[in-house]
């Protein structure tokens, strides 16, 4: 143990401490726990009990362990009809949009494995999101889903952060940047890149040249679609000095009308005869201002959609990349528990799901002859 700090550590530091100590002797007791951390020998006992009654370790006399697999001191899952084999917290930015299929997922397969999982709706900001986790790990898991902000410098911090952690952690549609060099974060992801490549393809096929692209405005997922289109088109020999744009997120109908405007004078500018559009709803809003001011889908201009939530709903119905959320969810809780049983002896892994393309008479070229 290390000399006593100037200061005590409280609450959730405290714990992580502890957990920390544990990961690495695979026992502590309370006496040297208490020099450590600058508090009293009964406030390392109480942390003890805390992290043992959610089963994340195992009390013994005088000190601690790491969970044993004879402890049976676990905490209960309330949706099921035995003790739960482990807690896992699961925080997403959106309850709303996207994220309630891969939560479905993520859920389903926590129930059959008898997992408690417990979830907490964040926001795309990181400081909301390093909240919601710290509050799942004050509270005592053994484990955590979470979908972060990757990009920029909060990005690399929360993600910095969630790799120095002392429980596993998976993140779910999401990837660490390979400039980060993190080396104990897993994750499951949709193969963004390889979705927009799909569509470039698929309406290359169907016979056009100029493909342009409109994104959702700071999306975490637009970057990616962004890369893959770009590639797609060079691989093709195609020009990539076509029409993109960003759409989503606009509100007032006039500046959406007005946006949408731009974007149709800029395709008949550019010759382009097809676009890929995310997300899905304002898929459905252009082919709406578009059918308003007689601009013929497909014959005029081709529309491949991404997400594919209500993409089959438009007129006519708009083709769409289609990501396997819940099983990205599935996947994501599986990954966890099999990292939970084997421990730091197996290897990381990082999982990419191909989408699957939903072709509709969007994007179908009309023969004729």
Known sequence: MTARPPGPVFGIARRERIMEALRRTGAVTVR?????????EITIRRDITALADRGLVTRVHGGATLRSALDTSIARNPD????????????????????PQIVNGTRA?????????????????????????????????????????????????ILTWLDALSVPVVLVERRAP???????????????????KMAVHHLY????????????????????????????????????????????????????????????????????????????????????????????????????????EVAENGTPPISALRPAKEYVGRLALETMMTRLRE???????????LPELEVRASSIAQRTG
């Open 178 to 196: 390979h400039s980060a060099a993190l080396r104990r974060l897993e994750w499951v992801s949709t193969d963004h890149d390889f979705g927009a």
């Open 205 to 308: 096929e169907q016979g056009h040249r100029r493909i342009g692209l409109a994104l959702a405005r700071d999306s975490p997922t637009a970057p990616q679609l962004r890369r893959g289109w770009e590639q797609a088109l060079l691989q093709l020999g195609l020009d990539t000095d076509v029409v993109t744009a960003t759409l989503l997120d606009i509100e007032e109908a006039t500046e959406r009308e007005a946006r949408f405007g731009e974007i149709v004078s800029t395709c008949r500018d550019t010759g382009t005869t097809a676009l890929i559009v995310h997300a899905d709803p304002q898929a459905i809003l252009f082919g709406n201002y578009c059918a308003d001011h007689g601009i013929d889908i497909p014959r005029d201009l081709a529309i491949v959609a991404y997400d594919d």
């Open 109 to 157: 397969a926590a129930t059959a494995a008898r997992v408690q999982l417990v979830l907490r709706g964040a926001s795309y900001d990181p400081a909301d999101q390093r909240r919601q986790i710290a509050a799942l790990l004050e509270s005592g898991v053994h484990g955590l889903l979470v979908a972060p902000e990757v990009s920029g410098s909060a990005g690399l911090a």
């Open 343 to 353: 421990g730091s002896s197996r290897p990381i892994q990082r999982t990419v799901v």
């Open 80 to 99: 099921a009809a035995g003790p739960a084999l482990y807690r896992i917290g699961m925080v997403v930015p959106s309850l709303s949009y996207y994220w």
């Open 32 to 40: 040297d726990l208490a020099v450590e951390l600058g508090v009293t």
